[in-house]
């Protein structure tokens, strides 16, 4: 008999992506979020803020909405392969409480607002699910 560092109940580990440092000091100076997808366009932080904009311009159009649809499916599927690379296997946490999971749960979050946004409601539920999959604390 083993005893490793396992759940009893057989959920894998949290996926901890690694830390992108020269995107984030890029981000935390305030460049504009395209300047910084264009020079790290695997960063979902980079997607998530492209899409957080749009959906938050004032008197946003359609073409926001749809822009932060595309922007965030962008950062939502750079950071699958992310959770890939690190272990993912689909399922299992992946921690807000871990600052570099935030860019790809924000992006799910986001996709979820754009999708709401069109009338999309199946990939709205898929991603609310989702992210109550990641970390139940998102729920709200």
């Given at each position: 008999m083993t005893?490793?560092?396992?759940?009893?109940?057989?959920?894998?580990?949290?996926?901890?992506?690694?830390?992108?440092?020269?995107?984030?000091a890029e981000l935390a100076a305030g460049n504009p979020p395209a300047e910084v997808a264009s020079h790290h366009p695997t960063v979902s932080a980079a997607w998530a803020a492209l899409a957080e904009q749009a959906l938050d311009r004032p008197e946003r159009a359609l073409e926001d909405t749809i822009a932060?649809?595309?922007?965030?499916?962008?950062?939502?599927?750079r950071g699958l392969d992310a959770l890939r690379r690190n272990?993912?296997?689909g399922f299992g946490p992946v921690p807000w409480s871990h600052e570099p999971n935030r860019g790809f749960l924000r992006c799910v979050?986001?996709?979820?607002?754009?999708?709401?946004?069109?009338?999309e409601h199946?990939?709205?539920a898929r991603c609310t699910q989702l992210?109550?999959?990641c970390d139940p604390t998102l729920a709200a």
């Open positions: 005893h490793g560092h396992h759940n009893l109940l057989g959920e894998p580990p949290a996926t901890l992506l690694p830390p992108n440092p020269e995107a984030d932060a649809y595309a922007y965030a499916r962008t950062g939502y599927h272990g993912w296997k979050t986001a996709l979820a607002r754009a999708a709401e946004a069109i009338g199946d990939e709205q992210l109550r999959d």
